[in-house]
T-cell receptor, first 110, second 117 residues
Framework: DAGITQSPRYKITETGRQVTLMCHQT?????MFWYRQDLGHGLRLIYY???????DKGEVPDGYVVSRSKTENFPLTLESATRSQTSVYFC?????????FGPGTRLTVL | GDSVTQMEGPVTLSEEAFLTINCTYT??????LFWYVQYPGEGLQLLLK?????DKGSNKGFEATYRKETTSFHLEKGSVQVSDSAVYFC????????????????FGDGTTLTVKP
């Protein structure tokens, strides 16, 4: 099916470990985004990308790294996971000002 | 910078009640306005949108009108159902290529709606 897929859907890891969350779109939308959703904070933008090899920081980038070597993929890496990074992570793409969201990854850092 | 303020929740209504969720915005340009809905365990999906002043977006019985004079985009539905229980997000998106907001959307904090039978 066309759309945005995220993997894994659920992940439990330990403090200090590196974790990579995957995001794949079946379209060729230029813009892609990573958000985290926490109770009381709504959606917060972590990183975004305007095209392959072009990325920029959002509101809360510290502790995260992104890359975009291909238009369809936009992985998010937590270099050394912390408990404060326990959250639900959403990837999205954009076309004509509308955003299309993936189903989310629920990450728990113990 | 751009911002979106929406009505705090949670909102609890009985089935067939009238729904209003208020949303106001500040923006430097002429943004497009959106309502997204998030059902439990899912990502956000577009509910409706309006791209210019006085436009009315509508979908699934929900409506919202782009009011430039009051910088508002309130969501309404005449008769809610249990299946409307979800989190609703108001959002704006600046035109691509303008300033530091280029390509990005600004979201409100979300309003949780629970509809009881």
């Amino acid at each position: 099916d066309a759309g945005i897929t995220q993997s894994p859907r659920y992940k439990i890891t330990e403090t200090g470990r590196q974790v990579t969350l995957m995001c794949h779109q079946t379209w060729s939308h230029s813009y892609m985004f990573w958000y985290r959703q926490d109770l009381g904070h709504g959606l917060r933008l972590i990183y975004y990308s305007a095209a392959a090899d072009i990325t920029d920081k959002g509101e809360v980038p510290d502790g995260y790294v992104v890359s975009r070597s291909k238009t369809e993929n936009f992985p998010l890496t937590l270099e050394s996971a912390t408990r404060s990074q326990t959250s639900v992570y959403f990837c999205a793409s954009r076309l004509d000002n509308e955003q299309f969201f993936g189903p989310g990854t629920r990450l728990t850092v113990l | 910078g751009d911002s979106v303020t929406q009505m705090e929740g949670p909102v609890t209504l009985s089935e067939e009640a009238f729904l209003t969720i208020n949303c106001t915005y500040t923006a430097t340009g002429y943004p497009s306005l959106f309502w997204y809905v998030q059902y439990p365990g899912e990502g956000l999906q577009l509910l409706l949108k309006a791209t210019k002043a006085d436009d009315k977006g509508s979908n699934k019985g929900f409506e919202a009108t782009y009011r430039k004079e009051t910088t508002s985009f309130h969501l309404e539905k005449g008769s809610v159902q249990v299946s409307d229980s979800a989190v609703y997000f108001c959002a704006l998106s600046d035109n691509e290529g303008i300033g530091t907001n280029a390509g990005k959307s600004t979201f409100g904090d979300g309003t949780t709606l629970t509809v009881k039978p």
